[in-house]
């Protein structure tokens, strides 16, 4: 199962342990599976969940969900679509370390959501004062 280690920062074929299915005694196509594995390089433990339905056309597991540890990031799943890839780039940097590239990317996610919400200024501190005055944001 391939699941992201935090510790490695890296995907890995994570070696499964125990699965277990959390069945839902009125709809089985509304159960899921929770599988504790462990990183094959770092033995960090990773719990991740699959939900039962359609996938690809048939009826399957779904792609594995890390639910522990953690996300250190949660994305609200109403950003609107560019902004959410400036975002997810964002993170991807962070995590391989690439702190440069990092800062450029908040900056380029923070300038999408002032075009986003119609504020036009060239400079993106004045941008964020203006939406903070028309209070799209808070302190
Ligand atoms: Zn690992």
């Avoid at 996938?55 to 522990?68: F, H, M, N, T, V």
């Avoid at 997810?88 to 990317?105: D, H, L, R």
């Amino acid at each position: 199962m391939l699941l992201e280690c935090d510790t490695c920062s890296a995907v890995v074929k994570a070696e499964v342990l125990i699965s277990y299915v959390d069945e839902n005694p009125y709809d089985w196509v509304d159960s899921t599976q929770y599988t504790f594995c462990k990183c094959p390089q770092c033995h960090s433990p990773i719990l991740a969940s699959q939900e039962y339905g359609m996938s690809a056309g048939e009826i399957d597991w779904s792609s594995p969900i890390k639910i522990y540890p953690a996300n250190l990031f949660y994305i609200n799943p109403v950003i609107p679509f560019k902004i959410l890839d400036s975002l997810k780039e964002c993170i991807q940097c962070y995590k391989s370390g690439s702190f440069t590239a990092t800062v450029i990317m908040c900056r380029r996610t923070l300038e999408g959501f002032c075009i986003e919400k119609g504020v036009k200024e060239k400079n993106l501190d004045r941008a964020i004062k203006k939406l903070k005055e028309e209070g799209a944001i808070n302190e």
